[in-house]
């Protein structure tokens, strides 16, 4: 009985993207990702992320990560339609993986209806969407390590050119970033989320 779990990270931030990762494993080794201490990524270190991540490729017998950019976010925002996004990129891990049931932490409010628009888009795959599945199931807490590993890497990459602290717009570090980036040069990154009301807000303050 092949399982797959699925999440996203970097939902929530104002630049970079937003990265979905999926695992398939046997049920029966589900036990190896408890016992190695896999939890949802929000509740580890980045440090026991990483060495997390290298354990976690070793067990399961496949897995798959997509980063969807933000210009594609901007473009699905426009048309209110990031959860149809969201879960078009989820049919693709799904299909990919292609396991009997596929456990997804839902990011629309109604966890029933984004469960049923990814298994219409994967050729109607077995799809158990929840909230908070990342806490729920460990199949699901090894999908976030793997996605929130993937944006940090990617986020660390830009850091080498950009202080552009963690992305989100709580942090004071990015926003400074942003609106003396636009200040300076009249225009946006192409990393920035240009459709985010705090991007906007800074748009239209300058």
Same mark, same amino acid.
């Given at each position: 009985?092949?399982?797959?779990?699925?999440?996203?990270?970097?939902?929530?931030?104002?630049?970079?993207?937003?990265?979905?990762?999926? @695992?398939?494993?046997?049920?029966?080794?589900?036990? /190896?990702? %408890?016992?190695?201490?896999?939890?949802?990524?929000? /509740?580890? =270190?980045?440090?026991?992320?990483?060495?997390?991540?290298?354990? #976690?490729?070793? #067990?399961?017998?496949?897995?798959?990560? @997509?980063?969807?950019?933000?210009?594609?976010?901007?473009?699905?925002?426009?048309?209110?339609?990031?959860? +149809?996004?969201?879960?078009?990129?989820?049919?693709?891990?799904?299909?990919?993986?292609?396991?009997?049931?596929?456990?997804?932490?839902?990011?629309?409010?109604?966890?029933?209806?984004?469960?049923?628009?990814? =298994?219409?888009?994967?050729? +109607?795959?077995? #799809?158990?969407?929840?909230?908070?599945?990342? =806490?729920?199931?460990?199949? @699901? %807490?090894?999908? =976030?390590?793997?996605?929130?590993?993937?944006?940090?890497?990617? #986020? &660390?990459?830009?850091?080498?050119?950009?202080?552009?602290?963690?992305?989100?717009?709580?942090?004071?570090? %990015?926003?400074?970033?942003? &609106?003396?980036?636009?200040? /300076?040069?009249?225009?946006?990154?192409?990393? @920035?989320? /240009?459709?985010?009301?705090?991007?906007?807000?800074?748009?239209?303050? +300058?």
């Amino acid at each position: 009985m092949q399982i797959c779990g699925i999440d996203d990270a970097g939902r929530g931030s104002m630049l970079g993207p937003l990265v979905i990762a999926g @695992v398939s494993l046997d049920k029966k080794n589900l036990r /190896k990702l %408890s016992s190695l201490g896999v939890k949802d990524s929000k /509740k580890l =270190s980045p440090k026991l992320r990483e060495y997390l991540y290298k354990k #976690i490729i070793e #067990i399961v017998d496949d897995y798959y990560i @997509v980063k969807i950019s933000p210009r594609s976010i901007d473009a699905s925002v426009k048309k209110h339609h990031l959860n +149809n996004l969201e879960a078009k990129y989820m049919a693709k891990v799904v299909s990919k993986l292609n396991a009997d049931t596929s456990y997804v932490d839902s990011c629309d409010v109604n966890p029933r209806r984004f469960g049923k628009e990814i =298994s219409k888009l994967s050729n +109607n795959h077995k #799809i158990k969407s929840y909230h908070y599945a990342d =806490s729920r199931f460990v199949v @699901v %807490s090894t999908a =976030s390590i793997l996605a929130k590993v993937a944006r940090d890497r990617t #986020i &660390t990459k830009l850091r080498k050119n950009h202080d552009l602290g963690s992305g989100y717009p709580s942090d004071s570090v %990015s926003v400074k970033f942003v &609106t003396k980036y636009y200040k /300076k040069n009249h225009t946006m990154p192409n990393f @920035v989320r /240009k459709s985010w009301k705090p991007i906007l807000k800074i748009l239209d303050n +300058n």
